[in-house]
């Protein structure tokens, strides 16, 4: 049992009606974190036989109802199934387990128990094999520290070529903004691939908005850097930049 884990830092951001357990009152909902003259507290409302019927209850911020004894156990839980808060997961959170080397990002509860839930991303270690979206068992997990999350989080950006989006819990493809030269097809331009590399002519083709590292297509491959001939013929066959 985790008596006193501070229960109303994780509630804090939860929404109004998130589905809560109490061994005292049953099936509850979450009404919000307030604080009184006695401190941070919690508030829920169980339910009555009928169903129908609320009643408020206050437990204090780590879920002790009579709050006035400092040595009660905790009695307020994610679920009747599920009474590990340091599990009590959200959306967007990294979680690994160690047994199976397996890292995720966490989206949402499969259901009110808190025992299993989905993921956006998952990276298996020992194959070194990633797929987007899974389904997983709590107990197995452990939540990540924030330079665990950083440096899973990079890994992943690496693996799709993109960058990771907090919104959809993707990493999402990067659109380069186009140039401020405004190239036509067939258009002489000097290229080249990296700042050491020597200025070439080409044609110009055309624009890869999803190519950040090589952005210009031309006849005969695709280059990072691209500037007009004229005014610049000066350049070719040199590594100087162009003022």
Known sequence: MENKINIAEILRDMPKGTKLYSPLFGKCELVGVGTDEDGVFIRVESFFQDGRVKESRTFSSDGRYFEWYPNAECMLFPSDRM???????????VLFDDDMETTVIFEGWTDNDCTEFNTTINRYKI???????????????TKATYEERAKFIAEAEKHYGGKYNPETLQVEPVKVAEPKCSFKPFDKVLVRCNEDSVWRCELFSHYNTFNKQCPYVCLSSVYKYCIPYEGNQHLLGTTNNPK
């Open 83 to 93: 009474r590990c808060w340091s599990k009590f997961f959200k959306r967007g959170d």
């Open 127 to 141: 194959s070194d094999a990633w797929n987007k979206g899974d389904i997983c068992l709590t107990p197995l997990f």
